[in-house]
Structure formats: C-alpha cells, structure tokens
C-alpha cells in the first residue's frame, strides 16, 4: 500500500516558466515532508522540507505548499532552469517513506 | 569528511550467492536505512536502524539481513541472491526524523 504518491512518473517544462510537481499521502501520522532530488548514477540530494504546521516553505526558486486537509503537497520551482532536469522524490519522515518520484525535464 | 560512503559500486552475483554491501557514516548520525530503487517503484525502505544494537523491518526485508554493531556502519546481507533483487541500493542517515537524510552514492546489483 503506497502511503505517498506521486501520479506523474514525468513532466516536461520550457526553460524559465513555472515546474509543479504533486504529491499525495494517505498517512495523518505524517508530520514532516521532504523533496529530494536525484540526478543519473548518483545518490538522491535533499532539496527542501517543510513540517506539518506550516503551509509552505520557501528557500530560493524552490516553494513547497503542504495542503494537510487534502493530504498533499506540492514543489513549485521558478524560475525552471536546465539543471533542474532530474527526478524528484517526495517524502514523509515515518522511516522516511518516499514516493514513485516524477521525472522533470526542462526544454531550453 | 567523506559522509556516507557504500562500497562495492558495481556488483554481478550468481543466483544462490551471498555477499554483504558495506556502508559507512562519519556523520555520527544514529539513524540510518538501506533502500532499494527499481524503475516505477521509487525508494522502498529494506531495513533501517534507530541506533547501534537497533534494527528493524522496512517495506521489503525478505532476503536480507542487517545488523548495527557500531554508530558508523550499516551492513546490508543477501543471503541466497536472486535476480528479483537485481536493483541499485541505497544507504541513507539522518540525525533524527525531522532532518535531510544524506544517501550514499549507490551500489548497482545484478543478479544472474
């Protein structure tokens, strides 16, 4: 049973719009939430966090929005620039349970 | 300061085979997990522990075993490799459950 999830296995965005990426869980036990990100033959690298009694974090061009009464959350990123072109994981910190990840490519 | 350091990088196995990936922390974090990563499943949590002499069951632990002897190491063991855990694994730690986990750089397994 996937306690979080991420519906969009890929998404592609033009160079310096707006990226979104969704993600949902089921678990109300889930009280800290986590995007990584993770590049080809490397390790995942932690992006930004936010706890559950906040409703968005920021930290540069990266935005994450928690919507606890619809149990999701999303990464805004913007400007999108090439190297944003990963795949990006969510997560929920009990034993830190990650979701399917959505591959993003940003066009030049 | 290396961080977290797995070892080997690259490994083929015959079915049937046992060997041990090794992971390594000079964060002095007690929390620690090894994950696996298949294409559409994401990261699945195999084994993680809470401290040394602390272990416990993931999402997928059937076939490995692990142990915590010390703060630094975290040693994932198959026992009777089989190509279903052909896959790349992940070792991760984290200070507690409200900090980034830091992973390594991943060990790419094939079992034929």
């Known amino acids: 049973d996937q306690q979080v999830k991420q519906n969009s296995p890929s998404l592609s965005v033009q160079e310096g719009r707006i990226s979104i990426l969704n993600c949902d869980y089921t678990?109300?036990?889930?009280?800290?939430f986590l995007w990584y990100k993770k590049y080809p033959a490397e390790g995942p690298t932690f992006l930004i966090s936010?706890?559950?009694?906040?409703d968005k974090n920021e930290d540069g061009r990266f935005t994450v929005f928690l919507n606890k009464s619809a149990k999701h959350l999303s990464l805004h990123i913007v400007p999108s620039q090439p190297g944003d072109s990963a795949v990006y994981f969510c997560?929920?910190?009990?034993?830190?349970?990650f979701g399917t990840g959505t591959r993003l490519t940003i066009i030049p | 300061n290396a961080g977290v350091t797995q070892t080997p990088k690259f490994q083929v196995l015959k079915t049937g085979q046992s060997m041990t990936l090794q992971c390594a922390q000079d964060?002095?974090?007690?929390?620690m997990s090894w994950y696996r990563q298949d294409p559409g499943m994401g990261l699945r949590l195999i084994h993680y522990?809470?401290?040394?002499?602390?272990?416990d069951q993931g999402e997928v632990p059937n076939g490995y075993n692990v142990s915590r002897s010390t703060t630094e190491d975290f040693p994932l063991r198959l026992l009777s490799a089989a190509p279903s855990q052909t896959s790349v694994y992940f070792c991760a730690t984290t200070r507690d459950e409200y900090t980034e986990a830091f992973f390594g750089q991943g060990t790419r397994l094939t079992v034929v």
């Open positions: 678990n109300s036990m889930f009280d800290y």
């Open positions: 522990s809470v401290g040394a002499g602390i272990t």
């Open positions: 997560a929920a910190n009990e034993k830190l349970t």
């Open positions: 936010i706890s559950s009694i906040k």
């Open positions: 964060m002095n974090h007690e929390y």
